[in-house]
């Protein structure tokens, strides 16, 4: 086990995010380098990185190019405000940005995470349904099971019960679609799931309801992530978008996990055909690196707020770090290297071979369902006696004990490694895998 802290630090003052934090300090799992596809625990173990840290090293680790562009660029200059001033880098990210962003959506507004992009997308719909004349659009529609980061507007519009259910009153007005998982008619499907595009319909029951005159925006995840690797049935997608069109209802795709190349394509928007109004991202841009998120804007709604007085300011809202000179040091580095490895097809090109593998474990102790697109899958675990959570647990440990770091919600593991793996790691991860699920039993 990887427990040695600092011989100078206490494990009792850093409260620690999404981590049951008594258990992890009784018994913890420290990392402390990290080069390629593997992290070196604090007991010198090599652990073979199957989620590419948190769904966002998807060039690997270690990347020199990053992180020499960060040391040139902190010792150039460490900060400078983009408030009423400027300096050229996110001018310069923002223009490379739009070379692979879905067509139309060439906007960019700057953050610092995923929670900010979301919670800035949610604040654009709703200024934009006023700015065009639309100001009783201030409803909200998100999804169950999904997650949107930890901002009062990601929680409102997610809809994974634990991470609501402590803190009251969210925001009013916010309503959610069923989610899309449908293990008795679609486990162990390969590829998008044959049966439930029907569920976006629901969107039409929605619209009846509030009135679609009240409703500014509807919000989802391409590919559900943090709820265990939920895919969009065949169809779903290309639905709401119809749906949201014919009622002037803006469509955004969170995409802080699927984007840079995790499902094939730049952008899942990209890979499943489907445009939407506003897309949001982190992680991948800068691979984990520093702190960033975007916020992606078709023209047409930014052009909405470009009215009155050329001195007054548009658009009330932003991060004190919106365009951080080095987080966009980090970015520009990290989509050189997307772009020269050719990483955005890796996923692509062995989605096959991830597919096959995974569903070699089919018939493992307690395996009730794997679900896997491009460089992800969730394998689903029968619940525990002991509760929802407990297998989950149990097989993410015996992993990291083999060697592995997976990725456990609830009953599902989720796999998500760099785009920059190759198959014979594939081999190594998939056996590990399999080890860590028979020893928890």
């Not at 979301?118 to 997650?147: N, S």
Request: hydrophobic content about 40%.
């Amino acid at each position: 086990m990887a427990n040695d802290f600092h011989p100078s630090a206490s494990p009792d003052h850093f409260w620690m995010p999404f981590t049951a934090n008594r258990q992890f300090k009784a018994s913890p799992r420290l990392l402390e380098s990290a080069e390629g596809l593997y992290y070196t625990a604090s007991d010198g173990r090599k652990i073979l990185d199957g989620t590419a840290g948190l769904w966002c090293c998807n060039a690997g680790h270690g990347r020199r190019e990053i992180s020499e562009a960060v040391s040139r660029q902190i010792a150039k200059m460490d900060f400078a405000p983009t408030f009423q001033m400027g300096h050229p880098l996110p001018f310069e990210l923002a223009e490379k940005l739009s070379t692979i962003s879905p067509e139309g959506l060439d906007r960019v507004f700057f953050t610092n995470s995923g929670s900010e992009s979301v919670d800035t997308a949610l604040k654009v719909a709703l200024a934009y349904q006023r700015a065009i004349g639309q100001g009783t659009r201030t409803r909200l529609i998100g999804r169950e099971l999904a997650y949107h980061g930890v901002g009062f507007g990601g929680i409102s519009v997610g809809g994974m019960p634990n991470n609501r259910r402590a803190f009251g009153a969210l925001l009013p007005g916010v309503d959610h679609l069923p989610h899309t998982l449908d293990l008795q008619r679609n486990a162990f499907s390969k590829g998008l799931p044959q049966y439930g595009v029907e569920k976006a319909d629901e969107l039409e029951r929605l619209v009846t309801l509030h009135g679609a005159e009240n409703i500014a925006a509807v919000i989802v995840e391409p590919m559900s992530g943090s709820a265990g690797v939920i895919l969009p049935p065949l169809g779903y997608l290309q639905r709401l978008r119809e749906i949201t069109a014919r009622h002037g209802i803006l469509l955004i795709f969170d995409e802080v996990i699927t984007g840079f190349g995790r499902v094939g394509e730049p952008f899942a928007a990209q890979r499943w055909g489907v445009t939407p109004d506003i897309l949001t991202c982190a992680k991948g841009l800068t691979n984990g690196a520093i702190p960033m998120g975007a916020v992606f804007v078709a023209d047409k709604l930014f052009e909405a707020f470009m009215t009155g007085p050329e001195s007054a300011i548009e658009f009330f809202h932003g991060y004190t770090y919106s365009g951080h000179p080095v987080a966009c040091a980090a970015a520009l580095a990290t989509q050189e290297i997307y772009q020269r490895e050719n990483l955005f097809q890796k996923a692509i090109e062995l989605e096959s071979y991830w597919q096959d593998a995974l569903f070699s474990l089919k018939d493992l102790p307690n395996v009730t369902d794997i679900r896997t697109v491009g460089l992800v899958a969730g394998v689903q675990f029968a619940m525990h006696a002991d509760g929802v959570g407990k297998r989950g647990y149990e097989v993410f440990r015996e992993c990291f004990e083999n060697g592995l770091m997976v990725r456990a919600s609830g009953d599902t593991i989720a796999l998500s490694p760099a785009l920059i793996i190759e198959k014979p790691q594939i081999d190594t991860m998939i056996a590990q895998f399999a080890d860590g699920i028979r020893q928890a039993g």
